[in-house]
């Protein structure tokens, strides 16, 4: 099993960044595939962006430009930094870890932009 918990999340000025960290513990060699996703206001859960353990990243087109993903293999840490925030980013951000066998996610962390 996985353990994931995010961090990072708080008021945000619009135009600002945030640094958002996601820390797993337990199984991390049957680690595939992390994930970002987020769970706008009044929206569905979106897929943020991913981030293998080769090191390949995608964001989504929504985010591309603004948010980057990237690991800390010696902290077993996957940040989503985020910059040039909106008032429509807020929301609740969820890191997920993919294995072979199942996900896990963390309990998400609330990002809130806002002047």
């Known amino acids: 099993q996985v353990q994931v918990v995010e961090s990072g999340g708080g008021l945000v000025q619009p135009g600002g960044s945030a640094r958002l960290s996601c820390v797993a513990s337990?199984?991390?060699?049957?680690?595939?595939?992390w994930g970002w996703y987020r769970r706008l206001t009044g929206t569905a859960r979106e897929l943020v962006g991913t981030m293998s353990t080769s090191g390949r990243t995608n964001v989504s087109d929504a985010v591309k430009g603004r948010f980057t993903i990237s690991r800390d293999s010696t902290k077993n840490t996957v940040d989503l930094q985020m910059n040039n925030l909106k008032p429509g980013a807020t929301g609740v951000y969820y890191c997920s870890t993919i294995t072979i066998s199942e996900g896990y996610w963390g309990p998400g962390t609330q990002v809130t932009v806002s002047s």
């Open positions: 337990g199984s991390i060699s049957s680690i595939l595939t």
